[in-house]
């Protein structure tokens, strides 16, 4: 909306009194923090926003409100102890911190105890447009824009002999509660399969609009992809009975396999979707939902 809020802190002595953090922009739309900072993601309208941050992954020294440079078009931030991430309108994610936004950007083990003070993509999700991240002390959620999630954790890190020796399950697509895909690839215990084709987004597959903020009557409506535009980032959809439309692919989720070959079934196919997830310092959770596969 048009209203501006402003980022507020409280008095360090005797009752907690709200007021501005000298500095910092108003129109501040979201908050993450970290034991020792605090990001702040300033509206700049429908095409996301700046982001702000004041202190530091460590305690010292306390770095003052400042942009966080190199990023633009923001509409989701995450932080955690040592680790920053942000989204972008595209979807793509970038981080910026510690250690653990290091191991996650899968840099050389001589500069895994550094600070990264440029943010820089992550690369390891196969391209895949993500919706929402959530950062913990060993472990990182991702939420794509079809509907998937991503596990990242972290099992050990040591240092042996002045080198750092890591490992760590890197990002495996988890398989949710009522997923009709699910339990299909290999036996219980062993390693998950590749993932198929069955979520990327491709010409003539067909698709469900999500998440539409300014033409929010056209969510759930069910098309057919046509071409993607490069310069603008948008798919140009089919809409069943209507004409096409641009959507970004954020907001675009895949019909399903079964759904888009016309299985027979004696009940309605349906497919899990990730909606979002949160992280704790060894542990996440993840809130989906089993819905009917558009056909």
Known sequence: GSEEFEVRVGEEEGAWRPKPVPG?????????????HTLALLSAGKGGGRVWQWGDVSDTPQAPPHPVQGLERIVQVAATNDANAAIDADGCVLLWGGSLANLLLEAPP???GGVRR????????????????????????????????????????ASVAGTVRRRFIEWSRLELPGDAAAGAGGEEGGEADEPDEGPVLRPGRRVTLCGLQVRAD???????????????????????????????????????P??????????PQRCAVGLASACGSEHALVLCASLPSAR
């Open 24 to 36: 910092v922009p108003p129109c501040a739309v979201r908050l993450a923090c970290g034991p020792y």
């Open 110 to 112: 001589h500069v895994l």
């Open 118 to 157: 440029d943010p820089a993509p992550l690369r390891p999700l196969r391209g895949r447009a993500v919706r929402s991240i959530s950062l913990g002390g060993s472990i990182a959620t991702a939420v794509t824009a079809d509907g998937e999630v991503w596990l990242w954790t972290l099992s050990s890190l």
């Open 218 to 256: 056209l969510n759930g409506a069910v098309g057919r992809l046509q071409a993607f535009d490069s310069p603008s980032g948008r798919w140009a959809v089919a809409l069943d009975g209507a004409a096409s439309v641009r959507i970004k692919p954020i907001n675009l989720t895949p019909v399903t």
């Open 258 to 267: 079964a759904a888009e070959s016309g299985e027979a079934s004696s009940s």
